[in-house]
């Protein structure tokens, strides 16, 4: 044995090991891959041998190769073989590698169930341990619902060390399967007050994971949490719990209150800086909470921020990021008082550190005001061309935007220079954000209608000098603004000063480089410019002029024909058909200005992001249902491909549109118009209540404040949103003189009227009227939009399924699912189909026995008190928590109520009796209840035990149809007959061959003399005489199931045929041929096939009268009905109809079609069964097997 | 919740990586890359927060990272778990790493003394720490045996502190007693099989060399795939009875032809 041993060891040698494995690697530096993928081969050898030991080393080397990036899941299998080893050393590499790769898809997880369920039982901690930690990484759906009550019960296991990992892995079960979480839940609560300060921990651990998803459900824990909080002094724990509290302060404003003087005591006293973070979080989470001001809540905001700013200004950089995450959070709900650290934290702006500088962008964007967004903006103007990285340039340039742009525009009081900014903008070299720029210049010239002229100059010089921001290509991102330059200069074509040298500019050759989307827009975007220049140059009379304009798009568009983008092309070459015929009109000395420019009649209004999704579908309308029914496959195949670009060409050829005359024009579009106000999908213009210049038609009635033009005409390139600053500094110079001389002359008149009409401005800073009156259009809704805000919500969330009532008691059907012996037998019988679950899960160890079952009955008790009065208990608890919460907590005193009563003894008088007296009627109202209680208790008690005795007061013996066929000392054969639905003329016989000797029996052949009614059926080619080769050989002691097909022809009578098993017994002096002879017993009843019927149906069947009748009498019957029923319908095939008291109906039907209707009556000692029946003789048949079945009882 | 725990050196070798929820090798490589990359931009004396946004795709998620020497330890987080807290319980595993492999170093000085600056055969460079050289796998580590060199001692000693993303243990002195329990347990295990060996190589010896010969053999080190024999044999009629070493680490020619002869003689 040892040399053997020894010789194991030497083999091995030749094996690499994970040192190996790791040096080889270093030393391939080149050829990493070739040397890893010979590696593997290597393993994949090793995988094949017997040896554990070789095996797990193979296991440890790929978990080294999974942390490299390779796949190892094609050794899962093996991984199992490891982690199945019984030496720990080996178990324990299994289970690393199982953690590393195993994952809900590895399909052989589900064969690692028992072996995970007995190393969980093992008696070796470690081995338990190590079974945990493996399954709290790879834990699926299915090993949580098997697994989850031995975790259970392992959370009260004699050792922490086990109990805490249970209680933390309990965790990933919930989350596996939510339908554990409240059996669980009982004891996990206990849990946290565990005597091992680990195992509290990580219940409070879970308990905090499950309350921050859904905190409403563990508010009821607030009491327990806030004894923990004040007792407990290990500072994990504390930070566990004061995080928790800050996630349920926003439900229970009350709780906020209680909180604020412990919180504030430890922000005083303790030394822990994380502890004192995650106190001043909370205290701010609490702030939030308080809608009302409580007396020291600015007290409290001062402390917070004080503190706040002491760690912002700490050398250690992690407090000075974590101050400013807290600060961001107190500034939603105290803006002021963060403001007055504006200095500090533009000083952060200048930190060195990226984290920090983003910490301090956050913060800026609520520090905004209308006062100083333009000095913000102007500082990160001048950080965005120091910045190094293109990460924290981008990161500004978003930040920059999200600043101006926030609540509709609400800081800005001029827009020249906002627009000015985002020209600036563009000039960023490699930025990703073009798009928003881009976004932002749309957006602004569309709903800004003021702004517009402005913007058209702005964006028709960005056209001009594309070549600038297109011209290098890495520069890709900034490239989209020419999208938006382009638009907005063709759709408000009207404001454009030089529209000829804009439209020479979007015509450059240079454009074609730009990408296609950008193409598209700038051809689009051409003609609107073309329209509005042939219509000012035909209404000037300058033919020559609009016939040149009309030359140059001609000679130019062909570049944008020949694109390789579909949509420019496609664009392209209509429009050049369009300007041809333009061109021959023109030509014929036709004004078409007018028609042209009716092409892009009407404005386009901003339309909400969600608008589309809000439209409420009509009533009546099936979005689901066809609109045409979808064609069928080989109508499709017949259609041919058509000449479709042929056919095009011709229709290219004869535009039709401009022999509309303008009356035929405004005819249609009065059509239309109707048509879309009868169309719901039509986001219609009319008034809403968001929107106040709806109807305007024109932007001549915006009043236009006067621009002043010579500041914004620069050559781009320079800043010049700096001159805004100035200028702004200097008309609120202006302004405020004014205003005070307008104070001085009128004071008594009211201010009011300076107000802006826009009440989107709600925030009166009115020392700072804006630059202009601008109107900023909200986007449009459509009428009676759905409210619905759900979109938010994302369904798949996996934390959703664990938003269960912790407080509702525990109904029977949510126990664990134990694992549980299978007993064949037993399985049979219908009526033992629902296993006794609950008695067995509740077995305990023999240790705990008595402590247990205590409990147990502790806890079956209250369970039901629970339920008879559920709805007081729920209000109980409330109650139990609003006392709790309407008390004051005694400083540093643990908040139970009964604790705090006896503390309060001592003090004032007054408080104490009204405090007493509240308790004794609590107490009084909790005693009445008990009493109620325990009545009901009793009362259910005994209807369940009534309830139970009829239905199953004594358990069925377990029965089996199988019938012995024939026995010798070698082997036993049982057998049992089928009816076959399918076919009216066939029965399967499946045999049981059971190998009762020491030798191996082999060459079973089974033969039947066949009968002129019933013969086996062989396979084609063999005689009648030939035997059916039994397909499998049967060592010792093992038994197996073959099965026979028989057909007959008339099923009315029982049948026996003769047969003969021969067999070879083969053992150690040889073998030998044996035979045994059996009879084969088909009993009408097997012709039987179990066949539910209802009892109308029923009732028609015995009425419809061509049923013959017969019935018998059975004596000294001692069974109860009900097993005897059970016995009819196992034996022979029947099925329960209806039963009223000792008297049932059953039916069944049998393979031919013949209906068997059964009346059961039970007298005292006795039986009638009356019989119906299409078949007189099987009826009889029947009824006399029947006879022998119960005579037997 | 902890999304990830990853341990890398300057050069962005991986040295342990544990995720907590399932992703696949090449989604796991690619955070590593990306986590590497973010972190070495980053100067000594900035913070050790980063926000990695769209790393785990969720927003909700940060790095916590710490740079000892030539390892960065970096814990991808949530915002359940305290920052402060975090960066704490980092250096209480480092801290417990250090003490769980202090002893493992002194044995492998101990074998290979007369070679300063070589460990196990290759040439250490010298910017790598001591810490590297073990958590990379390179020194053996555990006392157990190969079997276990130390890059799995690694994950086992993190299996104390975290498992399943959630925080075992904080206490440093219950983490390095449990680790060392369940290094003992090995030990026991491997010890069980040593003895078989032993008896080999004493009835090797005394069947190879003449029963005039007394032979000893003491497994030093072993129970996995190589294991370091000593073989004294003495010969009682010679008093100048020579003692032998057998078998190495590293395939020493003694020790090889010895073992093959060994190896013969069992065939």
């Given at each position: 044995m040892a040399l053997k041993m020894v010789k194991g060891s030497i083999d091995r040698m030749f094996d690499k090991n994970l040192q190996d494995l790791v040096r080889g690697i270093r030393n391939h530096k080149e050829d990493e891959a070739k040397y890893i993928s010979q590696c593997i081969d290597e393993i994949k050898q090793e995988l094949k041998q017997d040896n554990i030991a070789v095996k797990a080393n193979a296991v440890c080397k790929l978990t080294y190769l999974q942390m490299l990036g390779y796949d190892i899941s094609w050794a899962a299998f093996n991984i199992i073989e490891v982690m199945s080893a019984s030496k720990f050393t080996f178990k324990r590499i299994g289970y690393l590698a199982a953690s590393q790769c195993f994952h809900e898809g590895t399909d052989v997880i589900m064969l690692t169930t028992n072996q995970i369920r007995k190393d969980l039982s093992s008696p070796n901690q470690y081995d338990t341990g190590v079974a945990l930690t493996g399954l709290s990484c790879f834990v699926t759906p299915d090993l949580a619902r098997d697994l989850a009550n031995d975790i259970m019960t392992l959370m009260s296991h004699t050792k922490p060390y086990i109990r805490k990992k249970a209680v933390l892995i309990m965790y990933k079960v919930f989350l596996k399967y939510p339908e554990s979480l409240r059996p669980a839940f009982p004891r996990l609560k206990e849990k946290l007050e565990d005597p091992d300060p680990g195992v509290q921990s990580a219940a409070v651990n879970v308990i905090c994971e499950l309350a921050r998803r859904n905190p409403k459900n563990y508010l009821s824990l607030a009491p327990l949490f806030f004894k923990l909080m004040t007792s407990s002094t290990n500072n994990w724990v504390l930070i566990k719990i004061i995080k928790l509290f800050g996630a349920l302060t926003p439900l229970e404003p009350r709780l906020g209150k209680k909180l604020i003087e412990p919180l504030t005591n430890l922000i005083h006293s303790t030394s822990a800086m994380s502890l004192l973070y995650e106190c001043v979080n909370t205290v701010i989470a609490v702030l939030i909470s308080l809608s009302s001001g409580m007396p020291n809540h600015s007290a409290s905001i001062q402390l917070c921020v004080q503190k706040l700013r002491i760690l912002i200004e700490d050398s250690d950089q992690n407090l000075k990021y974590l101050g400013l995450l807290a600060m961001s959070k107190i500034l939603k709900t105290h803006p002021?008082?963060?403001?007055?650290?504006?200095?500090?934290?533009?000083?952060?702006?200048?930190?060195?550190?990226?984290?920090?500088?983003?910490?301090?962008?956050?913060?800026?964007?609520?520090?905004?005001?209308?006062?100083?967004?333009?000095?913000?903006?102007?500082?990160?103007?001048?950080?965005?061309?120091?910045?190094?990285?293109?990460?924290?340039?981008?990161?500004?340039?978003?930040?920059?935007?999200?600043?101006?742009?926030?609540?509709?525009?609400?800081?800005?009081?001029?827009?020249?220079?906002?627009?000015?900014?985002?020209?600036?903008l563009t000039r960023l070299e490699g930025t990703r954000h073009g798009h928003l720029i881009a976004a932002q210049m749309l957006d602004v010239a569309i709903r800004v209608k003021a702004i517009r002229k402005f913007a058209v100059s702005q964006m028709a010089m960005l056209l001009d000098n594309a070549h600038l921001i297109a011209s290098n290509t890495q520069r890709n991102g900034i490239c989209e603004v020419l999208y938006a330059a382009a638009w907005i200069c063709g759709e408000f074509s009207e404001h454009l000063e030089e529209a000829n040298q804009t439209l020479e500019a979007m015509l450059r050759p240079k454009v074609t480089t730009l990408p296609g989307h950008i193409q598209a827009v700038y051809v689009q975007n051409m003609v609107k410019l073309y329209a509005s220049i042939l219509q000012q140059k035909e209404q000037a009379g300058e033919k020559e002029a609009a016939q040149e304009i009309t030359q140059l798009m001609i000679e130019r568009l062909p570049q944008f024909v020949q694109s390789a983008d579909l949509e420019v092309q496609e664009r392209a070459s209509c429009i050049l058909q369009l300007i041809k015929y333009i061109q021959k009109l023109q030509v014929k000395e036709v004004p078409v200005a007018e028609e042209v420019i009716a092409l892009f009649a009407g404005e386009l209004n901003p339309v909400a992001p969600k608008a589309q999704k809000k439209v409420p579908v009509p009533e009546g309308l099936d979005l689901d249902a066809w609109i045409n029914e979808p064609p069928s496959d080989s109508e499709s195949e017949d259609e041919k491909p058509k000449t479709i670009f042929h056919d095009e060409e011709q229709r290219h050829s004869k535009p039709r549109h401009p022999e509309m005359d303008e009356e035929e024009l405004a005819?249609?579009?009065?059509?239309?118009?109707?048509?879309?106000?009868?169309?719901?999908?039509?986001?219609?213009?009319?008034?809403?209540?968001?929107?106040?210049?709806?109807?305007?038609?024109?932007?001549?009635?915006?009043?236009?404040?006067?621009?002043?033009?010579?500041?914004?005409?620069?050559?781009?390139?320079?800043?010049?949103?700096?001159?805004?600053?100035?200028?702004?500094?200097?008309?609120?110079?202006?302004?405020?003189?004014?205003?005070?001389?307008?104070?001085?002359k009128q004071k008594k008149e009211k201010r009011g009227k300076h107000h802006r009409h826009n009440s989107l401005h709600t925030e009166s800073e009115e020392d700072i009227a804006p630059a202009h009156h601008v109107d900023i259009i909200t986007e449009e809704m459509p009428e009676n939009a759905l409210p619905s805000d759900e979109d938010d919500k994302d369904p798949n969330d996996p934390y959703k399924a664990l938003d269960i009532d912790l407080d509702k008691p525990l109904a029977d059907s949510e126990k664990l699912p134990v694992q549980r012996h299978r007993n064949a037998e037993a399985l049979k019988t219908p009526e033992s189909e629902v296993p006794p679950v609950e008695k067995k899960s509740k077995k305990p160890k023999k240790k705990e026995k008595k402590h247990k079952e205590k409990e147990k009955d502790k806890g079956k008790k209250k369970e039901k008190e629970k339920k008879v009065v559920e709805e007081?208990?729920?209000?109980?608890?409330?109650?139990?928590?609003?006392?709790?919460?309407?008390?004051?907590?005694?400083?540093?005193?643990?908040?139970?109520?009964?604790?705090?009563?006896?503390?309060?003894?001592?003090?004032?008088?007054?408080?104490?009796?009204?405090?007493?007296?509240?308790?004794?009627?609590?107490?009084?109202?909790?005693?009445?209840?008990?009493?109620?209680?325990?009545?009901?208790?009793?009362?259910?008690?005994?209807?369940?035990?009534?309830?139970?005795?009829?239905?199953?007061?004594?358990?069925?013996?377990?029965?089996?149809?199988?019938?012995?066929?024939?026995?010798?000392?070698?082997?036993?054969?049982?057998?049992?007959?089928?009816?076959?639905?399918?076919?009216?003329?066939?029965?399967?016989?499946?045999?049981?061959?059971?190998?009762?000797?020491?030798?191996?029996?082999?060459?079973?052949?089974?033969?039947?003399?066949?009968?002129?009614?019933?013969?086996?059926?062989?396979?084609?080619?063999?005689?009648?005489?030939?035997?059916?080769?039994?397909?499998?050989?049967?060592?010792?002691?093992?038994?197996?199931?073959?099965?026979?097909?028989?057909?007959?022809?008339?099923?009315?009578?029982?049948q026996k045929l003769k047969g003969t098993l021969s067999f070879i017994v083969k053992n150690d002096e040889g073998s030998t041929h044996e035979k045994l002879d059996f009879k084969l017993h088909f009993s009408c009843a097997s012709y039987l096939i179990t066949t539910p019927c209802y009892s109308d149906a029923f009732a028609k069947l015995l009425e419809s009268g061509d049923l013959h009748m017969s019935s018998i009498k059975v004596d000294g019957i001692s069974i109860s009905f009900q097993h005897l029923l059970a016995k009819i319908c196992f034996h022979h095939h029947f099925s329960v109809v209806e039963r009223v008291d000792s008297c049932a109906s059953m039916y069944s039907r049998s393979i031919q079609g013949h209906h068997v209707c059964l009346l059961v009556k039970k007298g005292e000692n006795s039986v009638s069964i009356d019989g119906k029946c299409s078949d007189p003789t099987l009826l009889s048949n029947l009824l006399d097997e029947m006879k022998e079945t119960l005579s037997k009882c | 919740m902890i999304n990830a725990i990853l341990v890398f050196n300057n050069h962005g070798k991986p040295r342990l990586v544990r995720f907590y929820r399932h992703l696949a090798e090449e989604a796991q490589q690619q955070i590593l890359r990306d986590t590497f990359h973010m972190v070495l931009r980053r100067d000594e004396h900035v913070c050790n927060f980063l926000e990695c946004g769209s790393l785990f795709g969720s927003p909700d998620c940060k790095l916590i990272y710490r740079h000892y020497a030539t390892l960065y330890f970096v814990f991808c987080v949530d915002s359940s778990e305290s920052e402060l807290g975090i960066l704490d319980l980092i250096q209480v595993f480092v801290e417990t790493l250090d003490k769980c492999f202090e002893n493992v170093c002194e044995l492998d000085l101990i074998f290979h003394m007369d070679k300063p600056g070589r460990i196990l055969g290759w040439k250490c460079p010298p910017v790598m720490s001591r810490m590297e050289l073990q958590i990379a796998g390179l020194c053996a580590g555990g006392g157990a045996g190969p079997i276990r060199p130390s890059c799995l001692l690694v994950h086992y000693i993190l299996q104390e502190v975290v498992i399943g993303g959630m925080v075992l243990e904080t206490n440093m002195n219950e983490i390095v007693a449990q680790a060392?329990?369940?290094?003992?347990?090995?030990?026991?295990?491997?010890?069980?099989?040593?003895?078989?060996?032993?008896?080999?190589?004493?009835?090797?010896?005394?069947?190879?060399?003449?029963?005039?010969?007394?032979?000893?053999?003491?497994?030093?080190?072993?129970?996995?795939?190589?294991?370091?024999?000593?073989?004294?044999?003495?010969?009682?009629?010679?008093?100048?009875?020579?003692?032998?070493?057998?078998?190495?680490?590293?395939?020493?020619?003694?020790?090889?032809?010895?073992?093959?002869?060994?190896?013969?003689?069992?065939?």
């Open positions: 002021k008082s963060v403001q007055s650290h504006k200095d500090l934290i533009l000083q952060c702006l200048d930190d060195k550190d990226e984290s920090i500088r983003l910490r301090a962008l956050d913060l800026l964007y609520g520090m905004v005001s209308k006062k100083n967004l333009m000095e913000i903006v102007k500082k990160l103007m001048i950080h965005v061309d120091k910045a190094e990285g293109t990460t924290y340039r981008d990161e500004l340039l978003t930040k920059i935007i999200d600043i101006c742009s926030q609540s509709n525009y609400q800081y800005i009081t001029n827009f020249e220079w906002y627009i000015s900014i985002l020209v600036e005819r249609r579009r009065e059509a239309r118009k109707q048509e879309q106000a009868n169309n719901p999908f039509y986001i219609k213009s009319s008034p809403s209540p968001q929107k106040r210049y709806q109807d305007t038609p024109g932007v001549e009635h915006i009043p236009v404040v006067q621009i002043d033009l010579s500041v914004p005409l620069k050559v781009p390139g320079m800043p010049m949103s700096d001159q805004y600053v100035k200028l702004e500094e200097e008309r609120r110079h202006k302004q405020k003189l004014e205003k005070d001389k307008k104070k001085k007081e208990e729920e209000e109980k608890k409330e109650e139990d928590l609003d006392f709790w919460l309407s008390t004051a907590p005694p400083p540093g005193s643990a908040a139970q109520p009964q604790e705090e009563e006896e503390e309060d003894e001592g003090k004032k008088s007054s408080k104490h009796k009204k405090k007493k007296h509240k308790k004794e009627k609590e107490e009084k109202s909790k005693d009445k209840k008990k009493s109620k209680k325990k009545h009901h208790h009793s009362e259910e008690e005994m209807a369940e035990s009534v309830q139970n005795g009829t239905l199953d007061d004594e358990p069925l013996p377990p029965m089996s149809s199988y019938r012995l066929l024939a026995e010798n000392p070698y082997i036993k054969t049982t057998y049992d007959i089928q009816g076959n639905l399918q076919n009216d003329s066939q029965v399967t016989v499946s045999v049981i061959f059971e190998n009762k000797s020491t030798s191996f029996l082999k060459s079973m052949e089974l033969n039947v003399l066949d009968s002129l009614n019933t013969k086996m059926l062989r396979p084609e080619g063999s005689s009648v005489h030939d035997g059916i080769p039994v397909p499998f050989q049967l060592p010792p002691g093992i038994s197996n199931e073959a099965q026979f097909v028989f057909t007959l022809q008339s099923i009315v009578m029982a | 060392e329990a369940q290094s003992k347990l090995e030990k026991a295990e491997v010890s069980g099989s040593v003895w078989g060996l032993e008896r080999g190589a004493q009835v090797w010896a005394q069947g190879r060399l003449g029963s005039g010969y007394h032979a000893g053999a003491s497994v030093l080190w072993g129970g996995g795939r190589r294991e370091l024999v000593a073989l004294r044999v003495s010969q009682p009629a010679h008093p100048q009875g020579k003692a032998h070493r057998v078998g190495a680490p590293h395939w020493g020619v003694q020790g090889a032809a010895s073992m093959q002869v060994l190896l013969c003689c069992q065939g």
